[in-house]
Nanobody, 123 residues
Framework: DLVESGGGLVQAGGSLRLSCVASGLPFKDYVMGWFRQAPGKEREGISSINSDDDATVYADSVKGRFTISRDNAKSTVYLQMNSLKPEDTALYYC??????????????????WGQGTQVTVSS
C-alpha cells in the first residue's frame, strides 16, 4: 500500500510537503514517483527518484520549485512544494515500481499507486 498525506489549502506563494508511506513492499528497491491530475486534465508526472536515492527528475512545470526525497528507513517519499501557484491545484498521487532501472515520469511505467491527496492553491 501507498498512503499519501500532507495536502491541503494554501495561498499562492506558500509551501506544502507531501508524504507517501509505503507498506508491504521492499521500499528501498522501488523507483518512486509523484504525479498529479487536475479536473479535466490528464495525469502528469511531476517528479521521480531512483531506488538508490542519487538521481531525480522533474517536469518543467515544477522544476526549481519542488523537491523530491526519500527516506528508505521510514519507507517514505516526500515532495516539498514551494512557491505554489494556482495551476498546481490537483490531486497528487505517489507511485512505485520495482522493474524500473531509473527515475521515470511516465504513469504507465508504475504498478503501485496511492489514493491521492488534494492540493488546492488559492490566488
Amino acid at each position: 500500500d501507498l498512503v499519501e498525506s500532507g495536502g491541503g489549502l494554501v495561498q499562492a506563494g506558500g509551501s506544502l510537503r507531501l508524504s507517501c508511506v509505503a507498506s508491504g513492499l521492499p521500499f528501498k528497491d522501488y523507483v518512486m514517483g509523484w504525479f498529479r491530475q487536475a479536473p479535466g486534465k490528464e495525469r502528469e508526472g511531476i517528479s521521480s527518484i531512483n531506488s538508490d536515492d542519487d538521481a531525480t527528475v522533474y517536469a518543467d512545470s515544477v522544476k526549481g520549485r519542488f523537491t523530491i526525497s526519500r527516506d528508505n528507513a521510514k519507507s517514505t517519499v516526500y515532495l516539498q512544494m514551494n512557491s505554489l501557484k494556482p495551476e498546481d491545484t490537483a490531486l497528487y498521487y505517489c507511485a512505485a515500481d520495482f522493474t524500473l532501472n531509473e527515475q521515470n515520469l511516465d504513469s504507465w511505467a508504475y504498478d503501485y499507486w496511492g489514493q491521492g491527496t488534494q492540493v488546492t492553491v488559492s490566488s
